[in-house]
């Protein structure tokens, strides 16, 4: 059965950085791309960003850029997002999702990781 | 980037009725690459029906998906109680993947 487990919540302060790390199970790590998906309290869902699993290479949203890193250990089946320059506006549930096929489209998410709850606050 | 705009934002209806949630993009979503998500309040969302029309693995023929270009549609034919939720549809033919700012079914 496929899984993705994510690390669990956070608090941080403003102008912190976070880590989040998702750990994929029950598939061939390297076959699909993984996405970053973000919902601030009473909000909807925001994409933050990419990963190919297999080459490493990844895109981010254009709000985002310079502030997220997506990386990924395939020896530990694990991707990483790092957030840096923590504000308030950042206060979210992080949700890492497995996309499409590698090679092929991005693609929808079809397994979710059940989420990182980030607090940013002094 | 594709912008989507779901309607109603809130559509309340009773368990039995039929429910039917509109997602109306800015441009054209190549190959109807449209997905759609139900999430219950605490949970990651859960994919629905992805290519405008197919439904995921294990999801019920009460949901269907239709439409293509810019408008497309999700019907769930008659309510169930585990049914009311907050529906969100995503398009993932473009760059970047967008969402809307989902549906919520509730309880009339």
């Known amino acids: 059965q496929v899984h993705l487990v994510q690390s669990g919540a956070e608090v941080e302060k403003p102008g912190a950085a976070v880590k989040v790390s998702c750990k994929a199970s029950g598939y061939s790590f390297t076959t699909y791309y993984i996405h970053w998906v973000r919902q601030a309290p009473g909000q909807g869902l925001e994409w933050m960003g990419i990963?190919?699993?297999?080459?490493?290479?990844?895109a981010y949203a254009q709000k985002l850029q310079g502030r997220v890193t997506v990386t990924r250990d395939a020896s530990t089946s694990t991707v990483y997002m790092e957030l840096i320059s923590l504000t308030s506006d950042d206060t979210a549930v992080y949700y890492c999702?497995?996309?499409?096929?590698?090679?092929?489209?991005?693609?929808?998410?079809?397994?979710w990781g059940r989420g990182t709850t980030v607090t940013v606050s002094s | 980037e594709v912008v989507l705009t779901q309607s109603p934002g809130t559509l309340s209806l009773s368990p039995g009725e039929r429910a039917t949630l509109s997602c109306r993009a800015s441009q054209s979503v190549s190959s109807s690459n449209l997905a759609w998500y139900q999430q219950k309040p605490g949970q990651a969302p859960r994919l629905l029906i992805h290519g405008a029309s197919s439904r995921a693995t294990g999801i019920p023929e009460r949901f269907s998906g239709s439409g293509s270009g810019t408008d497309f549609t999700l019907t769930i034919s008659r309510l169930e109680p585990e049914d009311f939720a907050v529906y969100h549809c995503q398009q993932y033919g473009g760059s970047p993947p967008t969402f809307g700012q989902g549906t919520k079914v509730e309880i009339k």
């Open positions: 990963i190919n699993t297999a080459s490493g290479s990844t």
């Open positions: 999702a497995r996309g499409g096929r590698v090679g092929v489209l991005w693609g929808y998410m079809d397994v």
